[in-house]
C-alpha cells in the first residue's frame, strides 16, 4: 500500500510486495521460522515489537528496524484461568508484560504457571523461541 | 457553538435479552424519543453503537433502526470504540449539533451476546485489544486489568479488600435500580470467596457479560423551545482522547493516559472544578478500572481511591457518590450501550427518577467510558437545565 502499511496482506514473509518497514508476517514469521524477536526502535529511546509507522512517543519518523533482546523481568502479570479460544487448551498459564534488558516491553504468556506464587514481579524470565502459539516466556534459570 | 441538551434518554433492562439487537434499539430509541417529546421526524441524525453486532450477524443497523422509527431517509452511521462506543457516538452527535450541522439528534447502543459461552464471548471481547500483540500472546480483558491491579498494588500497596470494597458497592447501588443486571446486594466474604478469573481479579471483580440497549435523544434547545419534555439536561463537555493501544506500549500500567487528558479538557470545556461535581458514573468494568478512573481524572491523589473507597466515601451518601447506577460491575455491560446508559443515569438522577438511590440535589454530573484498556476514552459532563 502507498503509505506503508502491509494492510491485509498474508504472504508469510515474503518481501516482494512491501514498501517501508516490515510487517505483522515478517514479525511473525521472524519468531516461527527464525527464533528472532523483531521491532522498531526510536531515537527518543522507545522500543517496540508493536508494528507501528511513527514512534507513539514522540510522534518520530526515524524509526530503525531492530532485532529486540530476549531476555527480561517481568513489569507485571496475572495468572490466567478464563481464556479466550485461541488457548482454550492452556488455561491455567501466566499471562506477563515483560521488560526487556534493551528497555523493550512484549506480552506474552507462561505455559505451566498455574498459581501467582510461582512467578512475581522482577522474575527474570527470557523468551523461548517455540512450536507452541504467540510469545513463549520461561523463567530463567539460576545457574 | 450551539448548546447541546439531551432531551430524553432511556434503556431497557439489562441483562438477557429475549429479542434481538435491532428489535431492542428500535424499542429503547423510540422511548427516548417520546421522552423528549419529540417524533421521530425531527431526527436529524442516527449515530448508532453495536461493537459486537457480528455475533448476531448484523451490521449496519442505523437504517435498519431508522426505518423501523419510520425515518428510513435520516442518515445515520455506525460509531465503534470498543467498550466507549456509544459516549464516542454521543460526541459525535454533539459535535454535529454544536457545530449547527443537524438539530436533534438519536444516538443509540446495543448489544446481545448472551447466547454466547464464556470462552466465545471472552474471544469477541478480545478483539478489542490489539489482537497481533496481546491476545495473540494470551491477553483476555480480565487478564489485561489484571495486570493493571498487580502495578497498582506492588506501586500503592492497593489490597483485595479494597477492590472487594468498590464490588460490594456496586452491587449495592445496582439492587436499588431496577434496570441492573445484578439485583442483589452482595457481601465481602461473597467477594473474597469467589474464584479468581485472572488473578488477583476475581468474578467478582469483573462485570457480566450483559445484553442490553440504551438511547438518547440529542437537540439543539434553541430550535425546539416549548417542545421538549420536562427532563432536559444540559451537556456542558464533550471530550475524548487515546492511548496507546497496547498495554506494553505504555511506560506505566498504573495510569490509563486518555482518561486523564479527557477529564482534563471536559473540565476546561465545561468551566468547572472537580469540587462542583456531585456524582460520576464511571467504567468499572473491573473493580481496578475504577480506581484508575477516579485517580486519572484527579478526584483522588494517586493510590488513594481503592482506600477512600473502602472507607465510603464513593458510597450513595458518601462525599462523592461514584456509580450510583451500579456501573458496569452489577448494572451490567452490554459493551456498546454502556455510554448511553450512563447518560440514563444522569437523566434519572437529575429528574427524581432515580428512587432509594436517589442523590439529593445533584446538578452536575460527569461521565466516563473506556474504550478497552484505555487506547480511547470519553468524559461528558452534564448539568439540570
Given at each position: 500500500?502507498a503509505?506503508?502499511?502491509?494492510?491485509?496482506?498474508?504472504?508469510?514473509g515474503?518481501?516482494?510486495?512491501?514498501a517501508?518497514?516490515h510487517g505483522?508476517a515478517?514479525?511473525?514469521?521472524?519468531?516461527?521460522e527464525?527464533?528472532?524477536?523483531?521491532?522498531f526502535?526510536?531515537?527518543?529511546?522507545?522500543?517496540?515489537?508493536?508494528?507501528?509507522?511513527?514512534?507513539?512517543?514522540?510522534?518520530?519518523?526515524g524509526?530503525?528496524?531492530?532485532?529486540?533482546?530476549?531476555?527480561?523481568?517481568?513489569i507485571?502479570?496475572?495468572?490466567?484461568?478464563?481464556p479466550?479460544?485461541?488457548f482454550?487448551k492452556?488455561?491455567?498459564?501466566g499471562?506477563?508484560?515483560v521488560?526487556?534488558?534493551?528497555?523493550?516491553?512484549v506480552?506474552?504468556?507462561?505455559?505451566?504457571v498455574?498459581?501467582?506464587?510461582?512467578?512475581?514481579?522482577?522474575d527474570?524470565?527470557c523468551?523461548?523461541?517455540s512450536y507452541r502459539?504467540?510469545?513463549?516466556?520461561?523463567?530463567?534459570?539460576?545457574? | 457553538?450551539?448548546?447541546?441538551?439531551?432531551?430524553?434518554a432511556?434503556?431497557?433492562?439489562?441483562?438477557?435479552m429475549?429479542?434481538?439487537?435491532?428489535?431492542?434499539?428500535?424499542r429503547?430509541?423510540l422511548?427516548?424519543?417520546?421522552?423528549a417529546?419529540?417524533s421521530p421526524?425531527d431526527?436529524?441524525?442516527?449515530?448508532?453503537s453495536?461493537?459486537?453486532?457480528i455475533?448476531?450477524?448484523?451490521?449496519?443497523?442505523?437504517?435498519i433502526?431508522?426505518?423501523?422509527?419510520?425515518?428510513?431517509?435520516?442518515?445515520?452511521?455506525t460509531v465503534?470504540?470498543?467498550?466507549?462506543?456509544?459516549s464516542?457516538?454521543?460526541?459525535e452527535?454533539?459535535?454535529?449539533?454544536?457545530?449547527?450541522?443537524?438539530d436533534?439528534?438519536?444516538?443509540?447502543?446495543?448489544?446481545?451476546?448472551?447466547?454466547?459461552?464464556?470462552?466465545?464471548?471472552t474471544?469477541?471481547?478480545?478483539?478489542?485489544?490489539?489482537?497481533?500483540?496481546?491476545?495473540k500472546?494470551?491477553?483476555?480483558?480480565p487478564?489485561?486489568?489484571?495486570?493493571?491491579a498487580?502495578?497498582?498494588?506492588?506501586?500503592?500497596g492497593t489490597?483485595?479488600?479494597?477492590?472487594g470494597?468498590?464490588?460490594?458497592?456496586n452491587?449495592?447501588?445496582?439492587?436499588?435500580?431496577?434496570?441492573?443486571?445484578?439485583?442483589k446486594p452482595?457481601?465481602?466474604?461473597t467477594?473474597?470467596?469467589?474464584?479468581?478469573?485472572?488473578?488477583?481479579l476475581?468474578?467478582?471483580?469483573?462485570?457480566?457479560?450483559?445484553?442490553?440497549?440504551?438511547?438518547?435523544?440529542?437537540?439543539?434547545?434553541r430550535?425546539?423551545k416549548g417542545?421538549?419534555?420536562?427532563?432536559?439536561?444540559?451537556?456542558?463537555?464533550?471530550?475524548?482522547?487515546?492511548?496507546a493501544?497496547?498495554?506494553?506500549?505504555?511506560?506505566?500500567?498504573t495510569?490509563?493516559?486518555?482518561?486523564r487528558l479527557?477529564?482534563e479538557?471536559a473540565?476546561?470545556?465545561?468551566?468547572?472544578?472537580?469540587?462542583q461535581?456531585?456524582?460520576l458514573?464511571?467504567?468499572?468494568?473491573f473493580?481496578?478500572a475504577?480506581?484508575?478512573?477516579l485517580?486519572?481524572?484527579?478526584?483522588?491523589?494517586?493510590?488513594?481511591?481503592?482506600?477512600?473507597?473502602?472507607?465510603?466515601?464513593t458510597?450513595?451518601?458518601g462525599?462523592?457518590?461514584?456509580?450510583?447506577?451500579?456501573?458496569?460491575k452489577a448494572?451490567?455491560h452490554?459493551?456498546?450501550?454502556t455510554?448511553?446508559?450512563?447518560?440514563?443515569?444522569?437523566?434519572?438522577?437529575?429528574n427524581?427518577?432515580?428512587?432509594k438511590?436517589?442523590?439529593?440535589?445533584?446538578?452536575?454530573?460527569?461521565?466516563?467510558n473506556?474504550?478497552?484498556?484505555?487506547?480511547?476514552?470519553?468524559?461528558?459532563?452534564?448539568q439540570?437545565v
Amino acid at each position: 500500500m502507498a503509505d506503508g502499511t502491509d494492510g491485509d496482506r498474508h504472504d508469510k514473509g515474503e518481501k516482494n510486495a512491501r514498501a517501508g518497514p516490515h510487517g505483522i508476517a515478517e514479525y511473525e514469521h521472524a519468531i516461527n521460522e527464525e527464533g528472532r524477536l523483531i521491532g522498531f526502535s526510536c531515537q527518543c529511546g522507545f522500543k517496540t515489537l508493536t508494528h507501528v509507522l511513527r514512534c507513539p512517543v514522540c510522534g518520530g519518523s526515524g524509526l530503525k528496524e531492530i532485532t529486540l533482546a530476549t531476555r527480561g523481568k517481568i513489569i507485571s502479570f496475572s495468572v490466567a484461568n478464563v481464556p479466550s479460544d485461541l488457548f482454550s487448551k492452556d488455561a491455567p498459564f501466566g499471562y506477563v508484560i515483560v521488560e526487556m534488558d534493551d528497555g523493550s516491553r512484549v506480552s506474552g504468556w507462561m505455559p505451566g504457571v498455574k498459581s501467582p506464587g510461582e512467578i512475581k514481579v522482577g522474575d527474570q524470565v527470557c523468551w523461548k523461541p517455540s512450536y507452541r502459539h504467540g510469545l513463549v516466556i520461561e523463567k530463567e534459570v539460576q545457574q | 457553538m450551539e448548546d447541546v441538551w439531551v432531551a430524553g434518554a432511556a434503556m431497557n433492562r439489562f441483562g438477557k435479552m429475549k429479542e434481538s439487537g435491532r428489535e431492542a434499539a428500535a424499542r429503547v430509541s423510540l422511548m427516548a424519543i417520546e421522552m423528549a417529546g419529540l417524533s421521530p421526524r425531527d431526527i436529524g441524525y442516527t449515530f448508532i453503537s453495536n461493537t459486537l453486532g457480528i455475533v448476531e450477524r448484523q451490521a449496519h443497523l442505523g437504517p435498519i433502526t431508522n426505518t423501523a422509527l419510520g425515518i428510513p431517509e435520516v442518515p445515520s452511521m455506525t460509531v465503534e470504540s470498543a467498550c466507549s462506543s456509544s459516549s464516542a457516538a454521543l460526541h459525535e452527535a454533539y459535535v454535529h449539533i454544536a457545530g449547527g450541522f443537524i438539530d436533534a439528534a438519536l444516538v443509540v447502543g446495543v448489544e446481545k451476546l448472551s447466547n454466547l459461552d464464556t470462552v466465545s464471548a471472552t474471544s469477541y471481547f478480545a478483539m478489542g485489544t490489539d489482537y497481533a500483540f496481546e491476545s495473540k500472546n494470551g491477553a483476555t480483558f480480565p487478564s489485561l486489568y489484571a495486570t493493571m491491579a498487580v502495578a497498582h498494588m506492588e506501586k500503592y500497596g492497593t489490597k483485595a479488600e479494597e477492590l472487594g470494597s468498590i464490588a460490594v458497592k456496586n452491587h449495592a447501588n445496582a439492587a436499588l435500580n431496577p434496570n441492573a443486571h445484578m439485583q442483589k446486594p452482595i457481601t465481602m466474604e461473597t467477594y473474597l470467596q469467589s474464584p479468581f478469573v485472572s488473578w488477583p481479579l476475581r468474578l467478582y471483580d469483573c462485570c457480566p457479560f450483559s445484553d442490553g440497549a440504551a438511547a438518547a435523544v440529542v437537540v439543539n434547545p434553541r430550535k425546539f423551545k416549548g417542545m421538549l419534555g420536562a427532563d432536559p439536561a444540559a451537556i456542558k463537555a464533550s471530550a475524548r482522547a487515546g492511548s496507546a493501544a497496547a498495554l506494553h506500549d505504555r511506560s506505566d500500567l498504573t495510569t490509563i493516559p486518555s482518561s486523564r487528558l479527557a477529564a482534563e479538557k471536559a473540565l476546561k470545556q465545561a468551566k468547572i472544578e472537580r469540587s462542583q461535581v456531585d456524582f460520576l458514573e464511571v467504567h468499572d468494568c473491573f473493580t481496578i478500572a475504577e480506581v484508575l478512573a477516579l485517580e486519572d481524572m484527579g478526584f483522588f491523589p494517586r493510590g488513594k481511591a481503592a482506600r477512600r473507597s473502602f472507607e465510603g466515601e464513593t458510597s450513595l451518601g458518601g462525599k462523592l457518590p461514584v456509580n450510583p447506577s451500579g456501573g458496569l460491575k452489577a448494572k451490567g455491560h452490554p459493551v456498546a450501550a454502556t455510554g448511553i446508559a450512563q447518560v440514563v443515569e444522569v437523566m434519572e438522577q437529575f429528574n427524581g427518577r432515580s428512587g432509594k438511590r436517589e442523590i439529593k440535589g445533584a446538578t452536575t454530573a460527569l461521565t466516563h467510558n473506556v474504550g478497552a484498556t484505555g487506547g480511547s476514552c470519553s468524559v461528558h459532563i452534564f448539568q439540570r437545565v
